[in-house]
């Protein structure tokens, strides 16, 4: 099917083939005549399938075909969750929005660098404004702009979005927005729990999942590699020596910022370009590296689930979880660092002894069956650790609180006691 037929205006149409899509993508063709009728939707697709261009195409067309106001007031609002995805969904936009008649403004706002310039950038208004939910809401307090002329708002990463770290700041910029607008909400995951905030929000949605059309999974091979948890650094070592030629990038993800710090560290010092990627460097030199990595300057970057979310690296080869992900949600997140827009990719996890019962986890959450490999010379020789059992009373090893389960348990013991 080509972008023509969706119903959007050539210029568009000339931005998407220039943006390098041959056809539209699944969710492109499920949510664009969606998005072109007013409807409110909410899109689950792998990442790497071209869901920015799936909300950005169709919310430029309507923002051209409405007359410009004097002063700029804001109509389209993008949140996201990283300064990167900010960034990153800014420039997609500009591009694509290149060959249109109408002159649209898209200003982009994060924290971690000057709200000053961001401040001037607003003067005279603008008609987008890609942030995340902290910055924009510094940028109202500060008078810089209003939000009450906007009719069209997306959740990029809504998952994260509904998410408790930015739940509060979510809810005061929903406060300050027009109750009538269009509500575009699109992610990888939607868990059961975010899904009903989501819908929450949502009137008559076009509901667009294309997790499981044919065609639309990205060929992500992902294999599993059993390793004593204090020999990961020689096993990544000798992979990536191993596939000097074959991977030129590699992004490891690793569970804590002083693990970015350490792994980069000694892999450097073993003749391998790789630099560390978290929260506490700063915006500047974080976005310096990402473009540095693009450009293939660098062999690796390690880094914290910070680099998960949004970050697009065109033709990625590996993705290697030196720390195993906090949640299967985040596991999904990972892997689709590669494998974008169709190409190729490869996923590696580190699993131990001690981790392999949070692996199992995240396979069933997944519905996957992976094999376990072993590398010659990198064979476990650690054992399980044993398993915790609360004698306490409280019942459960998960927390002081007894569960439901356990509760029940505890009555039937009770009861079969007083038999």
Not at 106 to 135: C, E, H, K, W, Y
């Amino acid at each position: 099917m080509p972008f023509d037929s969706l119903g959007l205006a050539p210029a568009l149409v000339q931005a998407a083939t220039d943006s390098g899509y041959a056809a539209p993508t699944a969710i492109q063709v499920a949510a664009i005549p969606a998005i072109l009728q007013g409807r409110d939707l909410r899109g689950c697709a792998q990442t790497g399938s071209g869901k920015t261009a799936a909300f950005s195409l169709p919310l430029l067309q309507r923002l051209a075909g409405d007359a410009a106001q004097a002063p700029r007031r804001v109509r389209a609002l993008v949140l996201v969750p990283t300064r990167e995805l900010a960034a990153q969904v800014g420039e997609s936009m500009r591009g694509l929005a290149q060959h249109l008649d109408a002159r649209l403004k898209i200003v982009v706002a994060f924290g971690g660098v000057s709200i000053n310039p961001q401040m001037m950038s607003l003067r005279g208004g603008a008609d987008v404004v890609v942030a995340t939910p902290g910055r924009l809401l510094d940028l109202v307090d500060h008078n810089a702009l209003r939000l009450d002329a906007v009719s069209m708002l997306v959740l990029d990463e809504a998952d994260r979005l509904f998410d408790l770290g930015f739940a509060e700041e979510l809810g005061r910029v929903l406060a300050l927005l027009p109750q009538r607008r269009q509500n575009l909400l699109f992610s990888a995951t939607f868990p059961p729990a975010i899904q009903a905030l989501a819908d929450g929000m949502l009137r008559d949605p076009a509901i667009v999942d294309v997790q499981g059309a044919p065609g639309t999974e990205p060929a992500i091979v992902q294999r599993v590699i059993e390793v004593d948890a204090g020999r990961r650094t020689q096993l990544l070592r000798h992979l990536l020596k191993q596939h000097e030629g074959e991977w030129d990038r590699v992004l490891v993800f690793v569970a804590t910022q002083h693990a970015a710090q350490t792994v980069a560290e000694k892999l450097y010092r073993n003749g391998i370009y790789a630099v560390p990627f978290h929260g506490d460097i700063a915006q500047g030199t974080r976005s310096d590296i990402l473009f540095q990595f693009k450009q293939s300057r660098w062999d690796v970057v390690v880094a914290t689930d910070l680099a998960a979310r949004g970050i697009d690296i065109a033709q990625l080869p590996v993705v290697i979880n030196y720390d195993l992900p906090r949640s299967p949600t985040d596991y999904i997140h990972r892997i689709g660092r590669t494998g974008r827009a169709g190409e190729r990719g490869l996923a590696i996890s580190f699993v131990s002894a001690a981790t392999e019962a949070h692996f199992r986890l995240i396979e069933k959450r997944q519905g996957l069956s992976l094999p376990r490999e072993r590398i010659e010379g990198f064979e476990p020789t650690e054992a399980a650790p044993p398993r915790v059992v609360d004698t306490s009373g409280n019942g459960g090893v998960k927390g002081k609180r007894p569960s439901k389960k356990d509760k029940l348990r505890a009555a039937a013991a009770k009861a079969r006691g007083g038999d």
